[in-house]
């Protein structure tokens, strides 16, 4: 049957005898565009039909350049004649391709056998203490290789529906090369593809050549029936094979061609471009392939190690193992069946988790509420008026959307300023709402179902609090602060708000509009203002060693029970690759963790990892490092920090290496200040130590007890280690030079921390005059905001197991309350809130003197910055009135969520357009809000180190 006869019997529709006609007539270029309507996927009534209309179109050109030329047109192939022609080419093209493919088979059995027998003949070689043979003949490799000859041309699957070289001669064709090289690789490439119609466009010419036809014939004309007799197969084989050739070639100077045109064509820059990242991605595979047969060999060589295997110290991999007997196929179906196991245990051991977390946060209890409840119900399905951000527009972007809310679709729709939906998201689909923290109206959006990020822009910071609220309220897994949405004597309800269809008014661009609300929405809502989490933070200086083994890991870092981890590391020599520590530490964790960000400076690393499960509470994730200037005094030195808020609540982690030496306290003090000068994270108008309601400082501090060798080595083999702390150099410079204001670390009850010989507990022999007495040097300090809620520190120690290089690793625990997400659009109507300062003056010499003293207020809910009225005076003690300080209205009226906010105060030198920085004051509003002018009196601070106080009043009114 010909391919327009399996059409017609394939399409459900009547043909009348008149559209028949018309197939019938059709030519060989037309029917090869057959073969292309089918690779574009259309249906075979749409194929006919399309087929039927080129016809009719053709015809018409014939019949008017007959009428012109005053001849009639020539005839095509019809009836039996021409279906025979396409039965005739499709039989070869059949044959053809079975015939190769049989060959390919039979080589392929052929050359396994050789590989057998050749295994076969080295076994009995090995056993009987004989030479062995060469594992492969490479000669008869090499000559097996080039027996291929002729072209074959196979017809490709049914999607394609082309035929395209499969096979070609390549001491003929491609220039002498073997199948492996370049050139021959290159003739079966896209560019010297040969489909079906250039060969049925070749016989065509052929066959016109030899009936004497006179010139070319143009596209137009069709194959006269005469000319359409059977050919002897032989004859027919070899001129295609010619053919082939011909056109092989034709096509590769016209690649060649092309290729030479299209170097400086910007479509072509991005079709390499695309493949470079294609290749990347596939790179990028490889390594987490290769990442996860290492956590194999990983789970495999720690339970080698708990039957009594060792290392290999010389290439830290697990031990080999014995042949297991099994096949590939058995093994790969256990693996499989293991793989699975894992999966379920782990689904298992999450839900555990999920419900231990839901029995410590409190059971929900089940609450429902009706419209009418409600003061604003039109927060159930709100629009707004957005701008997309776009960085590189020196104006800023003018393309507006609509993004709605829809609670009880429980969806978010984007819409263009038609109305029309540009994308629809479910709320579980939700990975991030990220408030940009220097910008109160821009905000980036992510979601699992989307590829890229929504950045907009808002009408203000009130706009942008409103979207943040109701996009968190209907996030599935998580719980928000919002006490009116919750029943009376409950602190945890799952509350079902429900809509009876009433209309309700929206703003839409500027414009009241009517919108209906139907259905219902579930809220995860609290009394609870925060959610309990669990930190670890860890630092280890390896001393160019490489990490410790998995078993030894475990005595560090717990793999379970923390919902962040942060480890800092120091002097890691020993990587080949600049990520090689992070999938160390990601391979150890395994797959509850996700890598959050990891900064890089030299051999100085600093990596925190999040749970899966609280991966969608995570936002806000910067990271930043800063080196000495001084390299060649002190070495590859210097600090790295990253930050992130979970929830509503910020950390930050910062990896320090200073300098060492017994008697640098001031090199380790002016790295410190440079480090803080350049350091800039979150709200770059203020220190990195002061911004955060959590900051964690670890690293090699290099700080050292002043006392000889000799005492100090007698007291820490005592386990005197207070006696060795009275005399330490850190906490000497914080009580004595006001270094690390604020900062505390939990008590010390562990061994000194460096400087021991590898694998033992004793001081290196070389390192007694240079490191001086046993030291603390590998620390961990932490800081609070004094609006910050519960935080304790569970634990502190060095794990002494661990002997891999001259330090000690560290660790500390810390529990902390993250402050959920605050709902207000539920509640009730409340008064506006304003924030006013009185009387505010620096009373101690801070050292500088500022020729335009400026103050500077910044508020996380608050539209800023905002500053005071600019003045000249010299001074070193600025006082400003209550008329020289701006009014602060907050974006969210509730009281009790006021209270857990500050606000920052910055003493700054200049104009609000320029000026430096000098200090910075935190005012918590904890102890401001619900009573009358309260008195504040708080350090001021500068690179961390207390320069004086700072008073004055605040009211929140």
Known sequence: MSLVEELLRESQREWSEEDKSTLSRINVRLLSKVYDLKAKGLTPDEILGSLCELQNKKEGVVRQRAQSNKKAPTGGPTGASGMSYFKSLEKQNKALTEGAALEAKQRAEEKERKLAARAEARRKAIEEGREPPPEYDSEEDEEEEETTKGVRVARKGKKGGEGVLEEADTDRVGGGGSAGDDSAAGLVGEKTKVTESDLLAAKYKRERAAAGAGAEPE???????????????????????????????????????????????????????????????????????????????????????????????????????????????????????????????????????????????????????????????????????????????????????????????????????????????????????????????????????????????????????RFYEC????????????????????????????????????????????????????????????????????????????????????????????????????????????????????????????????????????????????????????????????????????????????????????????????????????????????????????????????????????????????????????????????????????????LFSRFVEHPINFPPTSHYKKGSLDLEEGKKKEAGAPSYTDRILYKNAGSAHDFVCTGYNACTDIRVSSHLPVSATFELDAQRPFISVFGHDEKPVTIRLGKIEIPENIGAICKSPLLMFWMHHVDGPRFSKPFKQKTNKPVYGASDLPVLPPMIWHLPFLATTHIFIMLRDGSPKSSELRGTALVPLRDAVGGGPYNFDVPLEFHSIRIGRMTGTIQVE
């Open 219 to 465: 596209d137009d004309d069709e194959i006269p029936p005469e000319l359409l007799a059977e050919l002897d197969e032989e004859e027919e084989e070899e001129w295609l094979n010619e053919e082939m050739e011909k056109i092989i070639g034709e096509k590769l100077k016209e690649a060649e061609e092309m290729e030479e045109k299209g170097k400086d064509d910007p479509r072509r820059r991005m079709e390499e471009e695309q493949a470079w990242e294609d290749e990347a991605e596939a790179e990028a595979e490889a390594e987490i392939l290769a990442a996860e047969a290492w956590e194999e060999e990983q789970r495999k060589a720690q339970e080698a190690a708990r039957e009594g295997t060792q290392w290999d110290d010389d290439d830290g991999g697990p031990p080999s193992e014995d042949e297991d007997g099994l096949t590939a196929e058995e093994r790969h179906a256990l693996e499989s069946e293991l793989e699975r196991e894992w999966e379920e245990e782990e689904r298992r051991r999450e839900a555990a988790e999920q419900e231990a977390e839901e029995i410590a946060m409190g059971k929900p209890i089940p609450h429902t509420m009706s419209l009418d409840e409600m003061d604003f119900p039109a927060w159930l399905k709100p629009h707004f008026t957005v701008l997309k951000y776009d960085p590189q527009a020196t104006l800023g972007s003018k393309k507006k959307r609509i993004w709605v809310i829809d609670m009880c679709a429980k969806e978010l729709s984007n819409l263009d300023v038609k109305g029309s939906s540009k994308k629809r998201h479910p709320s579980n689909k939700t990975l991030t709402l990220e408030k940009n923290v220097m910008n109160h109206n821009l905000m980036r959006v992510m979601f699992f179902d989307a590829r890229h990020a929504y950045e907009m822009i808002f009408r203000d910071g009130t706009d942008r609090e």
């Open 471 to 738: 996009a968190s309220a209907i996030r599935p897994n998580m719980r928000v602060w919002c006490p009116d949405l919750c029943k009376a004597g409950a602190d945890h309800c799952q509350t079902t708000v429900k809509a009876d269809g009433r209309q309700v008014e929206v703003e839409v661009l500027g414009k009241k509009e009517k919108t209906t609300v139907k259905g219902e929405t579930t809220v995860n809502a609290s009394r609870v203002a925060t959610e309990r989490i669990r930190v670890w933070a860890g630092t280890i200086n390896l001393a160019g060693q490489k990490p410790p083994s998995f078993a030894e890991m475990e005595k560090w870092i717990p793999k379970d029970g923390y919902e962040i981890i942060a480890i800092a590391v120091q002097e890691a020599q020993y990587r080949e690759k600049e990520n090689d520590f992070y999938v160390y530490a990601q391979q150890y964790l395994g797959r509850p963790y996700v890598l959050l960000a990891s900064m890089t400076l030299w051999d100085v690393l600093l990596c925190v990892f999040a749970k899966k499960r609280v991966l969608t509470k995570i936002a806000n994730v910067e990271g930043h490092t800063k080196t000495t200037k001084h390299v060649g005094d002190v070495g590859a030195r210097g600090g790295s920090a990253i930050c992130l808020r979970y929830h509503e609540t910020s950390l930050c982690f910062i990896n320090l290496h200073l300098p060492e030496g017994a008697t640098n306290n001031k090199g380790r003090q002016a790295l410190w200040d440079d480090i803080l000068d350049d350091l800039r994270l979150h709200v770059r108008h203020t220190d990195l130590t002061q911004q955060f309601h959590h900051t964690f400082v670890m690293g090699c501090l290099n700080y050292r007890v002043d006392m000889p060798y000799a005492d100090a080595e007698k007291l820490a083999k005592d386990g005197k280690y207070d006696a060795l702390l009275a005399r330490d150099q850190l906490r000497a410079v914080m009580v004595k030079d006001g």
